[in-house]
């Protein structure tokens, strides 16, 4: 069974920056797609960013140009750097893994999720 867990969350500035970690544990995390998602309160959970098997990036347009999502499969790691935040930024972050290799924005593609880590960025 595969086990998400991630890290990184806090409370930071706007303008300030953070990185994400999401550790991946049991299956073939390489051949997966990871995601970040997020969820704010009172609102749907929505796509951040993917990144496919082979390295291919997807980003919502609210975070292009400030979040970057990377992996690393030597340590079973996607990390997701957000930059310049801002308080609209303020959610539970969520990894997610698709088996497929390859991943749209909706998360109901998703196979795997981990329990989330809060992100909030104060004015």
């Known amino acids: 069974q595969v086990q998400l867990e991630e890290s990184g969350g806090g409370l930071v500035q706007a303008g300030g920056s953070l990185r994400l970690s999401c550790a991946a544990s049991?299956?073939?995390?390489?051949?997966?797609?990871m995601g970040w998602f997020r969820q704010a309160p009172g609102k749907e959970r929505e796509f951040v960013a993917t990144?496919?098997?082979?390295?291919?990036?997807r980003y919502a347009n609210s975070v292009k140009g400030r979040f970057t999502i990377s992996r690393l499969n030597a340590q079973n790691t996607v990390y997701l750097q957000m930059s310049s935040l801002k308080p609209e930024d303020t959610a539970v972050y969520y990894c997610?893994?698709?088996?497929?290799?390859?991943?749209?924005?909706?998360?109901?593609?998703?196979?795997?999720w981990g329990q989330g880590t809060q992100v909030t960025v104060s004015s």
């Open positions: 997610a893994g698709d088996r497929r290799g390859w991943a749209t924005s909706s998360d109901h593609n998703y196979d795997y």
């Open positions: 049991g299956g073939s995390f390489s051949t997966y797609a």
């Open positions: 990144i496919w098997s082979g390295g291919s990036t």
